[in-house]
């Protein structure tokens, strides 16, 4: 059961280059987020996705886009990456938006800006 | 300002020894979630309370959610090195219309000594 997956789990980027962080769920849940976890600053959403074809802003959105691919998979990319964007990005799913339903984490990507 | 405060921060006990966890804020939640992380890896659901006064007990751990929904205890008896971890509360809050958005405590960071 491989719920959901990131990839790639590490990566080391100079200031300046472009990513993207990918993730795909397998629980056909219909919502699908972005996070990042810095230390002291708890979680934070960045983008999400509450249903396929729509995204929308979290808390912390400036620097990065989404793209909801389909049902599954849900990427996250950094155009110009910068040092204050190193983190820890979990990517989440839930079946709904409603806020009732658990999120089900990925084992996050670990990113470090130079 | 931090939406959702958990206290304390940080928490080493011996093991066999009981402890409760905090989770507050000034506003009103429609559910609330408790999650543990372990290191590397992405926070799992422990719990989702719903119900002002709830009280759900998972083996060890009982998790309380306040009468007006706005804060939230989780208690460990006999706290077991197993216990170890970082204790993340979210707050489910109206983001518009029906969609919710889950808003992170910064944690509760556990070490249960052997």
């Known amino acids: 059961n491989a719920g959901v997956t990131q990839t790639p789990k590490f990566q080391v980027l100079k200031t300046g280059q472009s990513m993207t962080l990918q993730c795909a769920q397998d629980?056909?849940?219909?919502?699908m987020y972005w996070y990042r976890q810095d230390p002291g600053m708890g979680l934070r959403l960045i983008y999400y996705s509450a249903s396929e074809g729509t995204t929308d802003k979290g808390e912390v959105p400036n620097g990065y886009n989404v793209s909801r691919l389909n049902k599954r998979e849900f990427s996250l990319r950094l155009e110009s990456a910068a040092p204050s964007q190193t983190s820890v990005y979990f990517c989440?799913?839930?079946?709904?938006?409603?806020?009732?339903?658990?999120?089900?984490f990925g084992d996050g990507t670990r990113l470090s800006i130079l | 300002t931090q939406l959702l405060e958990q206290s304390p921060q940080f928490l080493s006990i011996q093991e066999g020894e009981n402890l409760t966890v905090y989770c507050n804020s000034s506003?009103?939640?429609?559910?609330l979630q408790w999650y543990r992380q372990e290191p590397g890896e992405g926070p799992v659901l422990l719990v989702t309370v719903v119900t002002g006064g709830e009280v759900k007990k998972l083996k060890r751990l009982t998790f309380q959610f306040g009468d007006a929904r706005k804060d939230s205890s989780l208690h460990i008896t006999a706290a077991q090195p197993g216990d170890t971890g970082l204790y993340l509360c979210a707050g489910a809050l109206s983001s518009g219309g029906s969609n919710y958005k889950l808003t992170f405590g910064k944690g509760t960071l556990l070490t249960v000594n052997p």
């Open positions: 989440a799913s839930s079946r709904s938006r409603y806020g009732n339903q658990p999120q089900h």
């Open positions: 629980m056909n849940h219909n919502s």
């Open positions: 506003s009103v939640f429609s559910s």
